[in-house]
């Protein structure tokens, strides 16, 4: 009733919007026609620069590399993250204020103080270039993340309900994974959503801890500039495919997004 | 919080969590501060060298004009994203056919890759293929991200602003949504301007997502370093060369790792130091 679309939501999806269909403008030219000038509307639309990239090996495994790790890693932070979630939600315990704020900092780390020892890390335990380290790393930011989006969810579950299962007769594993984790769905959703974008997008660290065998598709990306020169329809192309994970999985969980938006943390 | 049981066997619930960060945060850190205190030759052969590369980074002066302009950029960018984030909430429509697809329009730019982010605005502003830099040109202007340092800082807040708006935009927009109609109705009977609906029934409301909003955008904005790379690279010269980039190139690309270990860690704590100033005085005010 208060709020309708008007001209400055208008604008603003313009302007989000622009920069997106030149992307795609140039995926779908080819570099001669991009270097021969300006084309606001592809004349000769060509789907080349995509034919490329699902016939080079180097990209088609880039792409599965990156949603190996980016799957593994939001497998680990949400399996790790739910009982201490639920704990912090449920239970007082020695430290636990303190514990729950410093698992927070770990947040505010930057990923670039984080290269060199991680390198090393994995290296020595022999896990560097795989899909497994860079999963690993990357719960650096998202298990925090997890456990604090998490936390809120249950937190708004009444405790009756866990009363109600005691009283029932329900030993706690039982009612935690039968009849507490169904209750919170919606949050479990948005937590996934956060660890998969948050791990999706992610550079720094993905580069520095993979070589060639388990190299991520952004990866590939920046490597393919400087070894090719100006390839722009094919980065363009690259870059148009990697958004697609990102909009199938906001379009999945638009209506969750919005619920859990509305009642969680986040 | 308040009616949680006390027991401490808890502890066993946030075992994994802790084994997980133990792993990925604190040996790493243990190790960059180890790191900050040697001078290190070879792993059999190190010496004690106490604060001395903390002492050497803080007097040198491409730490210090990088931490300027990484200030610089900060400020610039929480200044124009959480308002713009606000009013694009205030607009998003709450219900109707349109709805959802706003929002998924919204939340696009929050998940791509961010090297994707940067190759987008390169080709979107280069002033050859470009678009923008097309239609600027075309418009008579001298404009050229990679050569001038206005023009490069201009794409760069533009840049930045696309990416992360759209985070304090969702933000508020579960604030606003949980304000209950009565509040507005309330506020129609008697009279109030929409300024002061906003300040007096909105605002007040919005409060703890906005402080969450700031402190993401705060420290996100902080570390910010595969954007600016891929698009300027750091340059013109150094003009944009901002705090994770100068220490990638110091660890990675020089290998010194004294510095770039004592460099680390007084990053870190400063980056925690200006969320706890910022949360506590939010929070003193609140009490007050």
């Given at each position: 009733m208060r709020r309708r679309g008007h001209w400055l939501l208008y604008a603003y999806c313009a302007y989000l919007l622009l920069p997106l269909y030149w992307l795609l403008n140039m995926a779908l030219r080819r570099n001669q026609d991009i270097a021969a000038g300006l084309e606001v509307i592809p004349a000769n639309a060509t789907l080349a620069n995509f034919a490329e990239i699902f016939n080079n090996p180097v990209w088609y495994e880039g792409?599965?590399?990156?949603?190996?790790?980016?799957?593994?890693?939001?497998?680990?932070?949400?399996?790790?993250?739910?009982?201490?979630?639920y704990t912090f939600s449920r239970y007082r315990f020695v430290g636990d204020k303190h514990l729950f704020f410093w698992l927070l900092?770990?947040?505010?780390?930057?990923?670039?103080?984080?290269?060199?020892?991680?390198?090393q890390?994995?290296?020595?335990?022999?896990?560097?270039?795989?899909?497994?380290?860079?999963?690993?790393?990357?719960?650096?930011?998202?298990?925090?993340?997890?456990?604090?989006?998490?936390?809120?969810?249950?937190?708004?579950?009444?405790?009756?309900?866990?009363?109600?299962?005691?009283?029932?007769?329900?030993?706690?594993?039982?009612?935690?994974?039968?009849?507490?984790?169904?209750t919170i769905r919606g949050g479990i959703g948005v937590t996934v959503f956060f660890c998969f974008m948050f791990s999706w997008v992610e550079l720094l660290l993905a580069r520095t801890l993979t070589a060639s065998s388990a190299k991520p598709i952004v990866v590939v990306m920046t490597r393919?500039?400087?070894?090719?020169?100006?390839?722009?329809?094919?980065?363009?192309?690259?870059?148009?495919?990697t958004i697609v994970p990102g909009v199938a999985v906001v379009w999945f969980v638009r209506k969750h997004l919005v619920k859990g938006f509305a009642m969680g943390r986040v | 919080m308040a009616d949680r049981r006390p027991d401490n066997r808890a502890w066993l619930g946030v075992l994994p969590v802790l084994l997980v960060v133990a792993f990925s945060a604190v040996v790493p850190l243990m190790t960059v501060v180890n790191y900050s205190l040697q001078d290190i030759f070879d792993p059999h052969n190190r010496l004690f060298v106490g604060f001395d590369w903390y002492r050497d980074i803080l007097r040198d002066p491409r730490f210090v004009s990088a931490l300027l302009r990484q200030l610089a950029f900060s400020a610039a960018v929480l200044a124009i994203e959480v308002p713009l984030g606000i009013l694009v909430a205030r607009s998003l429509p709450t219900e109707g056919r349109l709805a959802p697809l706003f929002l998924v329009i919204v939340a696009v730019p929050l998940l791509i890759p961010w090297n994707v982010v940067?190759?987008?605005?390169?080709?979107?502003?280069?002033?050859?293929?470009?678009?923008?830099?097309?239609?600027?040109?075309?418009?008579?202007?001298?404009?050229?991200?990679?050569?001038?340092?206005?023009?490069?800082?201009?794409?760069?807040?533009?840049?930045?602003?696309?990416?992360?708006?759209?985070l304090v935009a969702l933000l508020a927009y579960a604030g606003l949504a949980s304000i209950q109609a009565p509040y507005y109705q309330a506020a129609e009977i008697d009279g109030a301007s929409r300024w002061q609906v906003f300040r007096h029934v909105e605002l007040p409301r919005l409060k703890s997502v906005l402080i969450i909003a700031v402190l993401l955008r705060l420290m996100d904005s902080f570390m910010i370093y595969t954007e600016p790379f891929v698009l300027t690279g750091g340059g013109p010269g150094n003009a944009t060369t901002f705090l994770s980039q100068y220490l990638t190139s110091m660890a990675v690309g020089q290998f010194d790792l004294g510095p770039a270990a004592a460099f680390s860690v007084l990053y870190f704590l400063l980056i925690l130091l200006m969320c706890w100033l910022f949360y506590t005085s939010v929070m003193r005010e609140d009490r007050s």
């Amino acid at each position: 009733m208060r709020r309708r679309g008007h001209w400055l939501l208008y604008a603003y999806c313009a302007y989000l919007l622009l920069p997106l269909y030149w992307l795609l403008n140039m995926a779908l030219r080819r570099n001669q026609d991009i270097a021969a000038g300006l084309e606001v509307i592809p004349a000769n639309a060509t789907l080349a620069n995509f034919a490329e990239i699902f016939n080079n090996p180097v990209w088609y495994e880039g792409f599965g590399n990156s949603l190996t790790y980016v799957s593994l890693n939001t497998l680990i932070s949400v399996v790790v993250a739910l009982p201490a979630a639920y704990t912090f939600s449920r239970y007082r315990f020695v430290g636990d204020k303190h514990l729950f704020f410093w698992l927070l900092t770990n947040r505010m780390a930057p990923p670039a103080v984080f290269l060199l020892p991680f390198f090393q890390l994995y290296s020595a335990i022999g896990l560097f270039d795989t899909p497994l380290a860079v999963a690993l790393a990357h719960c650096l930011f998202t298990v925090p993340l997890a456990v604090w989006i998490l936390e809120g969810f249950m937190s708004s579950v009444p405790k009756s309900l866990d009363e109600m299962a005691r009283i029932d007769g329900h030993r706690l594993p039982y009612f935690f994974l039968r009849i507490f984790l169904p209750t919170i769905r919606g949050g479990i959703g948005v937590t996934v959503f956060f660890c998969f974008m948050f791990s999706w997008v992610e550079l720094l660290l993905a580069r520095t801890l993979t070589a060639s065998s388990a190299k991520p598709i952004v990866v590939v990306m920046t490597r393919t500039v400087s070894a090719s020169g100006l390839d722009w329809g094919v980065l363009a192309a690259a870059g148009v495919l990697t958004i697609v994970p990102g909009v199938a999985v906001v379009w999945f969980v638009r209506k969750h997004l919005v619920k859990g938006f509305a009642m969680g943390r986040v | 919080m308040a009616d949680r049981r006390p027991d401490n066997r808890a502890w066993l619930g946030v075992l994994p969590v802790l084994l997980v960060v133990a792993f990925s945060a604190v040996v790493p850190l243990m190790t960059v501060v180890n790191y900050s205190l040697q001078d290190i030759f070879d792993p059999h052969n190190r010496l004690f060298v106490g604060f001395d590369w903390y002492r050497d980074i803080l007097r040198d002066p491409r730490f210090v004009s990088a931490l300027l302009r990484q200030l610089a950029f900060s400020a610039a960018v929480l200044a124009i994203e959480v308002p713009l984030g606000i009013l694009v909430a205030r607009s998003l429509p709450t219900e109707g056919r349109l709805a959802p697809l706003f929002l998924v329009i919204v939340a696009v730019p929050l998940l791509i890759p961010w090297n994707v982010v940067g190759t987008i605005w390169q080709i979107f502003a280069r002033p050859d293929i470009g678009l923008l830099g097309a239609t600027v040109a075309w418009l008579g202007l001298d404009f050229n991200y990679t050569s001038s340092v206005v023009d490069a800082w201009i794409t760069l807040l533009l840049m930045d602003v696309w990416h992360w708006t759209s985070l304090v935009a969702l933000l508020a927009y579960a604030g606003l949504a949980s304000i209950q109609a009565p509040y507005y109705q309330a506020a129609e009977i008697d009279g109030a301007s929409r300024w002061q609906v906003f300040r007096h029934v909105e605002l007040p409301r919005l409060k703890s997502v906005l402080i969450i909003a700031v402190l993401l955008r705060l420290m996100d904005s902080f570390m910010i370093y595969t954007e600016p790379f891929v698009l300027t690279g750091g340059g013109p010269g150094n003009a944009t060369t901002f705090l994770s980039q100068y220490l990638t190139s110091m660890a990675v690309g020089q290998f010194d790792l004294g510095p770039a270990a004592a460099f680390s860690v007084l990053y870190f704590l400063l980056i925690l130091l200006m969320c706890w100033l910022f949360y506590t005085s939010v929070m003193r005010e609140d009490r007050s």
